[in-house]
Protein backbone atom coordinates (compact mmCIF):
# COMPACT_ATOMS: atom_id res chain seq x y z
CA UNK A 1 0.00 0.00 0.00
CA UNK A 2 1.34 2.97 -1.31
CA UNK A 3 0.65 6.70 0.14
CA UNK A 4 1.97 9.78 -1.83
CA UNK A 5 2.67 13.19 0.37
CA UNK A 6 2.19 16.28 -0.76
CA UNK A 7 5.05 19.11 -0.74
CA UNK A 8 4.25 22.27 1.27
CA UNK A 9 5.69 25.42 2.73
CA UNK A 10 6.57 25.03 6.22
CA UNK A 11 3.41 26.05 8.73
CA UNK A 12 2.18 26.77 12.52
CA UNK A 13 0.37 24.03 13.69
CA UNK A 14 -2.94 24.64 15.72
CA UNK A 15 -3.64 20.76 16.32
CA UNK A 16 -7.00 21.18 14.25
CA UNK A 17 -5.79 20.52 10.77
CA UNK A 18 -6.93 23.94 9.60
CA UNK A 19 -4.03 24.67 7.73
CA UNK A 20 -4.97 25.51 3.90
CA UNK A 21 -1.79 23.23 3.00
CA UNK A 22 -3.47 20.35 4.21
CA UNK A 23 -6.35 19.68 2.26
CA UNK A 24 -3.51 19.18 -0.98
CA UNK A 25 -3.45 16.14 0.99
CA UNK A 26 -5.38 12.47 0.94
CA UNK A 27 -7.03 11.09 3.70
CA UNK A 28 -5.72 7.72 4.47
CA UNK A 29 -8.81 5.95 6.49
CA UNK A 30 -7.52 3.45 9.49
CA UNK A 31 -8.88 0.25 9.78
CA UNK A 32 -9.99 -1.51 12.78
CA UNK A 33 -8.18 -4.26 14.20
CA UNK A 34 -7.80 -7.02 16.69
CA UNK A 35 -11.05 -7.67 18.68
CA UNK A 36 -11.69 -4.11 20.23
CA UNK A 37 -15.31 -2.98 18.47
CA UNK A 38 -15.19 0.72 19.46
CA UNK A 39 -16.76 2.42 16.25
CA UNK A 40 -14.74 5.58 15.54
CA UNK A 41 -13.67 6.74 12.03
CA UNK A 42 -10.02 7.69 12.50
CA UNK A 43 -7.93 8.96 9.41
CA UNK A 44 -4.37 10.14 9.05
CA UNK A 45 -2.72 12.18 6.22
CA UNK A 46 0.91 13.02 6.10
CA UNK A 47 3.03 16.53 4.15
CA UNK A 48 6.61 17.29 3.80
CA UNK A 49 8.92 20.20 3.55
CA UNK A 50 12.18 20.81 2.70
CA UNK A 51 12.81 20.38 6.51
CA UNK A 52 10.63 17.96 8.04
CA UNK A 53 7.17 15.66 8.07
CA UNK A 54 3.82 17.08 8.86
CA UNK A 55 1.75 14.14 9.98
CA UNK A 56 -2.48 15.10 10.81
CA UNK A 57 -4.95 12.52 12.83
CA UNK A 58 -8.49 12.60 13.18
CA UNK A 59 -9.81 10.47 16.17
CA UNK A 60 -13.98 10.46 16.09
CA UNK A 61 -14.25 9.50 19.95
CA UNK A 62 -17.38 9.35 22.96
CA UNK A 63 -14.26 10.28 25.98
CA UNK A 64 -10.90 11.24 26.67
CA UNK A 65 -9.68 8.03 28.23
CA UNK A 66 -6.35 9.42 29.32
CA UNK A 67 -5.07 10.37 32.72
CA UNK A 68 -2.51 13.17 33.28
CA UNK A 69 0.31 11.24 31.64
CA UNK A 70 3.31 13.47 31.11
CA UNK A 71 5.85 13.62 28.18
CA UNK A 72 8.27 10.15 27.71
CA UNK A 73 5.35 8.10 29.74
CA UNK A 74 3.99 4.98 29.19
CA UNK A 75 1.46 6.64 26.77
CA UNK A 76 0.20 3.99 24.57
CA UNK A 77 -1.30 2.66 28.11
CA UNK A 78 -4.29 5.49 27.24
CA UNK A 79 -5.96 7.15 24.49
CA UNK A 80 -2.69 7.55 21.62
CA UNK A 81 -2.27 7.54 18.17
CA UNK A 82 1.14 6.73 16.67
CA UNK A 83 3.62 6.48 13.80
CA UNK A 84 6.06 4.49 12.81
CA UNK A 85 8.57 5.45 9.94
CA UNK A 86 11.56 3.82 8.56
CA UNK A 87 13.75 5.52 5.73
CA UNK A 88 15.26 2.40 5.12
CA UNK A 89 13.58 -0.63 5.17
CA UNK A 90 16.66 -2.49 5.11
CA UNK A 91 18.38 -1.78 8.19
CA UNK A 92 16.25 -3.04 11.71
CA UNK A 93 15.48 0.66 12.98
CA UNK A 94 12.69 3.19 12.67
CA UNK A 95 11.48 6.13 14.32
CA UNK A 96 8.54 5.49 16.55
CA UNK A 97 6.20 8.39 17.50
CA UNK A 98 3.49 8.83 19.90
CA UNK A 99 0.73 11.46 20.84
CA UNK A 100 -2.39 11.76 23.64
CA UNK A 101 -5.13 13.07 23.26
CA UNK A 102 -4.06 16.31 25.68
CA UNK A 103 -1.10 16.53 24.05
CA UNK A 104 2.00 14.42 25.74
CA UNK A 105 4.15 12.73 23.17
CA UNK A 106 6.60 10.09 23.38
CA UNK A 107 9.49 9.95 20.43
CA UNK A 108 12.15 6.95 20.71
CA UNK A 109 13.96 5.37 17.81
CA UNK A 110 13.64 1.66 18.11
CA UNK A 111 15.89 -1.25 17.44
CA UNK A 112 13.82 -4.32 16.12
CA UNK A 113 16.05 -7.58 15.50
CA UNK A 114 13.82 -9.97 14.51
CA UNK A 115 11.18 -9.00 17.09
CA UNK A 116 13.17 -7.90 19.79
CA UNK A 117 12.58 -4.69 20.16
CA UNK A 118 13.84 -1.64 22.50
CA UNK A 119 13.08 2.23 22.16
CA UNK A 120 15.86 4.87 22.59
CA UNK A 121 14.81 8.64 23.61
CA UNK A 122 16.46 11.28 21.50
CA UNK A 123 19.76 13.36 22.66
CA UNK A 124 19.88 16.64 22.31
CA UNK A 125 16.46 16.69 21.60
CA UNK A 126 16.16 20.92 21.74
CA UNK A 127 15.95 23.57 18.85
CA UNK A 128 15.64 22.35 15.50
CA UNK A 129 15.60 18.72 16.30
CA UNK A 130 12.53 19.17 18.43
CA UNK A 131 9.50 17.53 17.01
CA UNK A 132 6.37 20.56 16.83
CA UNK A 133 2.81 19.16 18.11
CA UNK A 134 -0.10 20.11 19.10
CA UNK A 135 -3.75 18.37 20.36
CA UNK A 136 -7.59 19.67 20.02
CA UNK A 137 -10.44 18.40 21.39
CA UNK A 138 -13.89 18.74 19.92
CA UNK A 139 -17.29 18.63 21.55
CA UNK A 140 -16.39 18.57 24.96
CA UNK A 141 -12.89 19.85 27.26
CA UNK A 142 -9.83 18.66 26.27
CA UNK A 143 -9.46 16.57 30.23
CA UNK A 144 -8.67 13.25 31.21
CA UNK A 145 -11.94 11.56 31.38
CA UNK A 146 -14.09 14.05 29.34
CA UNK A 147 -17.02 13.48 27.37
CA UNK A 148 -16.37 14.76 23.96
CA UNK A 149 -17.04 14.00 20.07
CA UNK A 150 -13.57 13.53 19.00
CA UNK A 151 -9.74 15.06 18.84
CA UNK A 152 -7.23 15.68 16.23
CA UNK A 153 -3.14 15.61 16.48
CA UNK A 154 -0.48 17.44 14.48
CA UNK A 155 3.20 17.05 14.74
CA UNK A 156 6.02 18.12 12.41
CA UNK A 157 8.73 15.80 12.58
CA UNK A 158 12.10 17.66 11.78
CA UNK A 159 14.55 15.92 9.39
CA UNK A 160 17.20 16.91 11.44
CA UNK A 161 15.77 14.38 14.44
CA UNK A 162 16.45 11.93 12.28
CA UNK A 163 19.73 12.55 10.97
CA UNK A 164 22.01 9.30 10.76
CA UNK A 165 19.36 7.03 9.42
CA UNK A 166 19.98 6.36 6.16
CA UNK A 167 17.63 7.98 3.43
CA UNK A 168 17.77 11.30 5.13
CA UNK A 169 16.66 14.08 4.33
CA UNK A 170 14.64 12.04 1.46
CA UNK A 171 15.05 13.27 -1.79
CA UNK A 172 12.38 13.55 -4.85
CA UNK A 173 10.13 10.56 -5.12
CA UNK A 174 11.70 9.00 -2.26
CA UNK A 175 10.10 5.79 -0.27
CA UNK A 176 9.74 5.45 2.74
CA UNK A 177 8.17 2.19 5.16
CA UNK A 178 5.24 3.98 7.86
CA UNK A 179 2.29 2.64 9.73
CA UNK A 180 -0.11 4.55 11.51
CA UNK A 181 -2.10 3.58 14.81
CA UNK A 182 -4.83 4.69 16.92
CA UNK A 183 -5.54 2.67 20.80
CA UNK A 184 -8.75 3.73 22.02
CA UNK A 185 -9.89 2.67 25.59
CA UNK A 186 -13.23 3.38 26.12
CA UNK A 187 -14.14 -0.35 26.26
CA UNK A 188 -12.57 -3.41 27.09
CA UNK A 189 -11.07 -4.70 25.33
CA UNK A 190 -9.48 -1.49 24.05
CA UNK A 191 -9.50 -1.02 20.05
CA UNK A 192 -7.14 -0.61 17.71
CA UNK A 193 -6.31 0.60 14.54
CA UNK A 194 -4.09 0.84 11.33
CA UNK A 195 -3.17 1.96 8.19
CA UNK A 196 -1.63 -1.37 7.43
CA UNK A 197 -2.64 -4.73 9.75
CA UNK A 198 0.19 -5.50 11.59
CA UNK A 199 -0.49 -9.10 11.32
CA UNK A 200 -0.49 -10.07 14.65
CA UNK A 201 -0.02 -8.99 18.50
CA UNK A 202 1.97 -6.13 18.36
CA UNK A 203 2.20 -3.12 15.71
CA UNK A 204 6.36 -3.14 15.67
CA UNK A 205 6.20 -5.47 12.69
CA UNK A 206 7.69 -3.42 10.43
CA UNK A 207 7.00 -5.98 7.46
CA UNK A 208 3.71 -4.84 7.37
CA UNK A 209 4.00 -1.20 7.07
CA UNK A 210 2.82 0.57 4.15
CA UNK A 211 4.98 2.81 1.90
CA UNK A 212 5.39 6.99 1.43
CA UNK A 213 6.51 8.25 -1.88
CA UNK A 214 7.66 11.78 -1.32
CA UNK A 215 6.56 14.06 -4.16
CA UNK A 216 9.02 16.27 -5.86
Keep these: MTY???????????GAGDQPAWR???WIDLLRVGRGTAPY???????HSETGLYLLFDCEDRKISCTNLKDFDDLWTEDVVEAFIQPNPHL????EYEISPLGAE??????????????????HYEEERRIRRAAAVRGGPGAPGAAVEGWTAECFI?????????GVPPGDCA?????????DYDETPPTHWAWRDP??????????????????
Design 4 to 14: VIPRTDDFDLS
Design 24 to 26: TAE
Design 41 to 47: RTRARAL
Design 92 to 95: PVYF
Design 106 to 123: LPILVSNSGGAFMGWRPW
Design 158 to 166: PFALLKGLS
Design 175 to 183: RWRANFYRI
Design 199 to 216: CGDTFHNPAAFGELVFSA
